[in-house]
């Protein structure tokens, strides 16, 4: 049988090695990867939050009138309307208003979200029954939670007031006409509509607590008030700057709650910073004041931000 020839490959004929990629090209690829991600986000929030930013700020140094919206001219005044505002007497007013508004909502939130909370962690009969019921108040919107509470405080038709009278209590209470009343019933209402948010956040912050820790606080002879200071309080730290941040950043430009049961009566009663951004701006068109007053709020809002971030930054290290 005749034998097949063998041929040897000669250096020529070899495969030439792959080119080694370029690192350079990669770490180019990859950051314009991350960008593509990127800039979706950026667009939008220079958008729709960047350009309103800037022109509520330049609409504060401008005669903004109605006339503007067809002519386009809105000449600059300088600090006329932040001199016109900080002189007037309802700014002061609102601005203690809104504080009073925003600690004593936020205080009341938080208690009673936290009892809740505590309260709901242990397993009994319809735990998620009435769990999902006290999410309710939340679920409503603000708007129509107002309306009803309105009805409900009135003072001469109002169930609540018909109810304190079958107990014998005083029950023609001017809950929303009185001007020593009507904020603390505004908190009040704020405070109910609040409580299942806080209440939600905080039960998923103390299912995340380890049951060890607990049970070695027993083990030790601490009570549950003493187990509660020193074990469950430091563990929902986290848990609970994050509702404190979210609960003040939606309570200090409340609105639509306080339009809707008093319309910042009486006598201005419950004037806030954030009524009297709308006041300015829709009912007497004054676009210049109602721009300065809702810089103020950002400015709050941005302070009280620095604060954390910066307590954060302090903790972590």
């Known amino acids: 049988m005749p034998t097949s020839a063998v041929t040897a490959r000669?250096?020529?004929?070899?495969?030439?090695?792959?080119?080694?990629?370029?690192?350079?090209?990669?770490?180019?690829?990859?950051?314009?990867?991350?960008?593509?991600?990127v800039a979706p986000a950026v667009v939008f929030m220079l958008l729709f939050f960047g350009y309103p930013l800037v022109r509520n700020v330049v609409m504060s140094f401008q005669d903004y009138t109605?006339?503007?919206?067809?002519?386009?001219?809105?000449?600059?005044?300088?600090?006329?309307?932040?001199?016109?505002?900080?002189?007037?007497?309802?700014?002061?007013?609102?601005?203690?208003?809104?504080?009073?508004?925003?600690?004593?909502?936020?205080?009341?939130?938080?208690?009673i979200g936290?009892?809740?909370?505590?309260?709901?962690?242990?397993?009994?009969?319809?735990n998620g029954v009435l769990r999902s019921l006290i999410l309710l108040p939340w679920l409503?919107?603000?708007?129509?939670?107002?309306i009803v509470w309105r009805r409900i405080l009135d003072q001469d038709t109002g169930v609540?007031?018909?109810?304190l009278d079958t107990l014998g209590i005083a029950g023609h209470t001017p809950w929303l006409t009185s001007p020593e009343m009507a904020l603390v019933s505004v908190i009040l209402v704020n405070i109910w509509i609040g409580i299942?948010?806080?209440?939600?956040?905080?039960?998923?912050?103390?299912q995340e607590i380890p049951k060890e820790l607990h049970e070695a606080a027993a083990l030790d002879g601490a009570s549950a008030w003493r187990t509660f200071r020193s074990?469950?309080?430091?563990?929902?730290?986290?848990?609970?700057?994050?509702?404190?941040?979210?609960?003040?950043?939606?309570?200090?430009?409340?609105?639509?709650?306080?339009?809707?049961?008093?319309?910042?009566?009486?006598?201005?009663?419950?004037?806030?910073?954030?009524?009297?951004?709308?006041?300015n701006s829709f009912v007497q068109l004054d676009f210049g004041a109602g721009a300065v007053v809702g810089n103020v709020l950002i400015l709050i809002s941005a302070v009280f931000a620095v604060f954390y971030l910066r307590a954060n930054r302090t903790e972590g290290k």
């Open 196 to 206: 299942p948010f806080n209440m939600v956040i905080l039960y998923g912050g103390l």
């Open 231 to 279: 074990v469950t309080l430091p563990m929902l730290k986290p848990v609970v700057t994050v509702v404190l941040v979210l609960g003040f950043m939606s309570t200090v430009k409340i609105l639509d709650l306080i339009l809707a049961l008093t319309d910042g009566g009486p006598a201005d009663a419950t004037q806030t910073l954030g009524t009297l951004t709308y006041q």
């Open 10 to 37: 000669t250096p020529a004929e070899a495969p030439e090695p792959a080119a080694a990629p370029d690192p350079g090209r990669i770490a180019r690829r990859r950051r314009l990867a991350q960008w593509g991600f």
């Open 66 to 111: 109605p006339k503007t919206f067809f002519t386009g001219e809105a000449p600059f005044n300088g600090a006329d309307n932040w001199s016109n505002v900080f002189q007037d007497a309802l700014f002061g007013k609102a601005l203690w208003h809104t504080l009073v508004f925003t600690a004593g909502s936020l205080l009341g939130q938080f208690c």
């Open 160 to 163: 609540l007031n018909s109810f």
């Open 114 to 126: 936290l009892a809740l909370a505590v309260f709901f962690s242990r397993r009994f009969p319809l």
């Open 140 to 146: 409503v919107p603000m708007v129509v939670s107002g």
